[in-house]
Structures are given as structure tokens and as C-alpha cells.
């Protein structure tokens, strides 16, 4: 079943700008979960957000998490033609261990 | 391992025919899940092992997939009697017990096409 849901589903940016992606989600969560991914493979987790978290940076990334919302943010800055990639959201289903994830939201970064 | 071994990375079969994934996770990693990835959309879930507690299979498509995974090591699934719409990437992933606390490992995934 859907659980995050990107949005937009596709933003094309000048290198050096930066990048916002929103997340949306239905049901309580504990954490909330980033991954990106390029060339259609492998998934590569960026950050995770626990529910009692309201912003957590890693190096340009800014997450942001509004559990009164069902909501995320992931924040890239100063972005670079290399963070060209789908980026996901994800969070574990009801109280299993499993992750649900959103479609992705495909980044475009020109240089 | 240093990451998650998949194999093979890319396999074309003939429709009707039975394939076999594998996976390697991290060791030490008591969690494995397998994805599938259609071309242009997310990820769906197939099945989740944590350690030696029945698999959750809920996301088997149809009773041609299985998968099996002894103790905390190697995965594999099989999907018998391929079909077409079986094309896809699929993707496993190992964490520490307890994904909901930890982040996934993927692997580069198998990319599957039937013929």
C-alpha cells in the first residue's frame, strides 16, 4: 500500500541552486527515511527523521519532519549536476519492520 | 561483505522459464527484504525475512514467486514459469533488526527481462 508520496514528481535545476522535495504520508509513523537513487539500481539511504525529530542535517541535506502535517522535506543546497538522481521517501508499514516507498521524484540537476 | 551482493546483475530468460536471484547481505545484518522495481516507478514490496522468524510474504505477487533464506545468510528468489510483466529490477536490502530504526542497504539489483 502507498505511504509517502513525493511531490513534485520531477524538478529540473541549475547547478549551485537549491532543491526542495516533499513528502506526504497517511498513517503514524516513528521515522521517516530518505534514499536516492540513479541509474535505476540500487538505493542509497541519505537520512532518517524519528518522530520526535523536527530537522536533522546531513553535510547539504536538511530534512524536516511535521508529524501534525504527515509530512517531510528534504532540502539539497548548492546543488551539484551529480545529485542528478530519483529521490525516495519511505516508512516502516503500521508496526512491521518492513519500509513502504513512495514513486520517487526524479532531480535534475544541469550544470 | 562490505555491501549487498547481488547475482546475477542482469538476466534475460525465455518466457515460461524458472529463474533464480540471489542475494548476500551484510553480515551481521539479521534483515533481508526483496523489492521489485517496474521501469519508472517505485519500489514494491515482494517479502521480509528477520532472522529465524517466519517470513512475511505478503507482497507475492502470485504463487510463482518463493524465496528462501538460510539463517541469517544468503537469499534467493525464484520465480517459476516467467512471464512478461515480470520484467523489472529486483532489489534487496539488509539492515540491523529493526528497520524501522535503521536504514536499508541495497544492492545494485538483478535486472530481469522475459522474452
Known amino acids: 500500500s502507498q505511504q509517502g508520496e513525493e511531490d513534485p514528481q520531477a524538478l529540473s535545476i541549475q547547478e549551485g541552486e537549491n532543491a526542495t522535495m516533499n513528502c506526504s504520508y497517511k498513517?503514524?509513523?516513528?521515522?521517516l527515511q530518505w534514499y536516492r537513487q540513479n541509474s535505476g539500481r540500487g538505493l542509497v539511504h541519505l537520512i532518517l527523521?524519528?518522530?520526535?525529530?523536527r530537522e536533522k542535517h546531513s553535510g547539504r541535506l536538511r530534512v524536516t519532519l511535521d508529524t501534525s502535517k504527515k509530512s517531510s522535506s528534504l532540502l539539497i543546497t548548492a546543488s551539484r549536476a551529480a545529485d542528478t538522481a530519483s529521490y525516495f521517501c519511505?516508512?516502516?508499514?503500521?508496526?512491521?519492520?518492513?519500509?513502504?516507498f513512495g514513486k520517487g521524484m526524479k532531480l535534475t540537476v544541469n550544470p | 561483505g562490505a555491501g549487498v551482493s547481488q547475482s546475477p546483475s542482469n538476466k534475460v530468460t525465455e518466457k515460461g522459464k524458472d529463474v533464480e536471484l540471489r542475494c548476500d547481505p551484510i553480515?551481521?545484518?539479521?534483515?533481508l527484504y526483496w523489492y521489485r522495481q517496474r521501469l519508472g516507478q517505485g519500489l514494491e514490496f515482494l517479502i521480509y525475512?528477520?532472522?529465524?522468524?517466519?517470513?512475511?510474504k505478503s507482497g507475492l505477487p502470485s504463487d510463482r514467486f518463493s524465496a528462501e533464506r538460510t539463517g541469517e545468510s544468503v537469499s534467493t528468489l525464484t520465480i517459476q514459469r516467467t512471464q512478461q510483466e515480470d520484467s523489472a529490477v529486483y532489489l534487496c536490502?539488509?539492515?540491523?533488526?529493526?528497520?524501522?530504526?535503521?536504514?536499508?542497504?541495497f544492492g545494485s539489483g538483478t535486472r530481469l527481462t522475459v522474452v
Open positions: 527523521i524519528r518522530s520526535n525529530e
Open positions: 498513517t503514524s509513523i516513528n521515522n
Open positions: 519511505a516508512t516502516p508499514q503500521g508496526g512491521s519492520e518492513k519500509l513502504v
Open positions: 525475512f528477520q532472522g529465524n522468524s517466519a517470513p512475511d
Open positions: 536490502a539488509s539492515s540491523l533488526a529493526g528497520s524501522g530504526n535503521y536504514g536499508y542497504t
Open positions: 553480515s551481521g545484518h539479521t534483515a
